[in-house]
């Protein structure tokens, strides 16, 4: 366990390199297990999501070594289940029953638990994996499936958009029988990272329309050589700090495409944004103008920001309203800001068609969450005793000690160590006065 010690109140200026995107490279590593060549991956971020899956990876019988940034995997494989004490710690076990389907005609997995922002159902998943010939039993915390020759491509549309889902799905098809066809498929660049990826292998996948791939069966795959995207989630939660902390910060290893809707909303706040080839500048010039948000999926303002936005708007003159659409219950953080001299108003707003609009399935308790949240701004932020319940927010009180005024305290760091190497020793080095306290 350990906590941070932050002193509020100092621009942060420089630069910083962004790694490579945790969403992309665990999920990756994963796919590697298609083969048992040895595949190459760089770019992979020190953290501990990352190390959970190469623990997983190396209990199911592989070979990994890990130095720097690459990761060197020979997927050789022997085990045709993920162990409860593992897999409860991956929020995606579930995406290895394909490739143990394809090795072993058998798997066994235990339900993915992670951030406690809202349902993350797989039954849209596992329908699919039906429909491709496995018979699957779930039951209390584990999913168990045989199939009794080989899985066979089909057409599968999703009802809403289900970033993991379609990536588990493409690793059912890729050595799949025949042809799969997945429509309303997610369009995030992390998914297509993977399909890059799973193409060097040996698979054809195509993404025949921003919301349609299609996959055709390959008999075997081999190793690969691949570098992770940057992470987008890291260039939001910099550019963030630049404009609230009134720094200016220049973010290096960027891909400005994956984050053109913060973009867009930066200037539309009133910041400044420098754009260069794979590098972005932030900087404060002039006071912020409230900004509204609605999350939406890829191409739209992600999920993972609007805590981050929210903070950031507390900074910025007059009333701002964040609409979140993805996840039903991503608004826990609001007291802690409140704590800090935060004004956040949440609110349910009135939606005539609530499931055409959200991405969650909706019924009368989740009707009960609010679902958006008012911000009024300009407030001074005062520092405070805070605790860190998930990534996103954890990344956000962070944020909010560094704009607020005095001493702040953060319990929960290993939440943030899940998706940030080394933040404290990267804020350092931009003029943070931050300290990790084991």
């Known amino acids: 366990m350990a906590k941070y010690v932050i002193e509020g109140g100092v621009p942060l200026r420089g630069s910083v390199r962004i790694p490579g995107a945790k969403n992309a490279g665990f999920k990756i590593m994963i796919a590697s297990l298609l083969s048992d060549e040895r595949s190459t991956i760089s770019n992979i971020p020190y953290i501990r999501d990352v190390i959970a899956v190469k623990k997983i990876i190396e209990a199911l019988g592989a070979k990994v070594e890990f130095s720097d940034d690459t990761m060197e995997i020979s997927g050789e494989i022997s085990a045709d289940e993920v162990s409860e004490e593992l897999g409860i710690k991956s929020r995606a076990?579930?995406?290895?029953?394909?490739?143990?389907?394809?090795?072993?005609?058998?798997?066994?997995v235990y339900l993915p638990v992670g951030d406690k922002i809202g349902e993350r159902p797989i039954n849209w998943f596992l329908e699919a994996l039906e429909k491709m010939g496995a018979v699957v039993s779930k039951q209390n915390s584990t999913i168990e499936a045989t199939v009794p020759r080989s899985l066979s491509g089909v057409e599968y549309e999703f009802p809403k958009n289900s970033h993991t889902g379609?990536?588990?799905?493409?690793?059912?098809?890729?050595?799949?029988?025949?042809?799969?066809?997945?429509?309303?498929?997610?369009?995030?660049?992390?998914?297509?990272?993977?399909?890059?990826?799973?193409?060097?292998?040996?698979?054809?996948?195509?993404?025949?329309?921003?919301?349609?791939?299609?996959?055709?069966?390959?008999?075997?795959?081999?190793g690969a050589v691949h570098k992770v995207m940057p992470d987008r989630n890291e260039v939001v939660t910099f550019g963030c700090i630049a404009l609230g902390t009134r720094g200016d910060i220049e973010i290096e290893g960027t891909n400005n495409e994956h984050v053109r809707a913060f973009i867009n909303k930066v200037r539309e706040a009133g910041g400044t944004i420098r754009e260069g080839e794979?590098?972005?500048?932030?900087?404060?010039?002039?006071?912020?103008?409230?900004?509204?948000?609605?999350?939406?999926?890829?191409p739209g303002f992600m999920t993972d920001w609007q805590s981050l936005w929210a903070a950031l708007m507390t900074q910025a003159d007059g009333k701002s309203i964040i609409h979140e659409t993805i996840f039903e219950n991503r608004f826990g953080y609001v007291a802690q800001l409140a704590n800090m001299g935060a004004e956040i108003e949440l609110f349910n707003p009135a939606i005539e068609a609530p499931d055409d609009v959200y991405n969650f399935e909706w019924d009368e308790e989740v009707a009960k969450l609010a679902h958006a949240a008012k911000v009024f701004g300009p407030k001074k932020l005062?520092?405070?005793?805070?605790?860190?319940?998930?990534?996103?927010?954890?990344?956000?009180?962070?944020?909010?000690?560094?704009?607020?005024?005095?001493?702040?305290?953060?319990e929960g760091v290993e939440h943030i160590e899940r998706g940030y190497e080394d933040l404290e020793g990267r804020l350092e080095k931009l003029g943070a006065k931050i300290m990790k306290v084991e």
């Open 278 to 298: 794979n590098i972005l500048g932030l900087i404060y010039k002039n006071p912020l103008k409230a900004t509204d948000i609605t999350t939406q999926a890829y």
């Open 166 to 222: 379609t990536e588990g799905l493409i690793l059912a098809a890729v050595l799949a029988n025949g042809k799969t066809r997945l429509k309303n498929a997610a369009a995030e660049p992390e998914v297509d990272d993977l399909i890059s990826f799973l193409n060097q292998m040996g698979a054809k996948i195509k993404r025949t329309s921003p919301r349609e791939i299609v996959i055709d069966g390959v008999a075997s795959l081999t």
């Open 93 to 108: 076990s579930f995406m290895y029953l394909p490739l143990l389907l394809h090795r072993f005609k058998k798997g066994k």
């Open 382 to 410: 005062r520092g405070g005793k805070l605790e860190i319940t998930d990534i996103r927010a954890g990344a956000t009180l962070v944020f909010a000690a560094l704009m607020a005024e005095g001493k702040s305290e953060i």
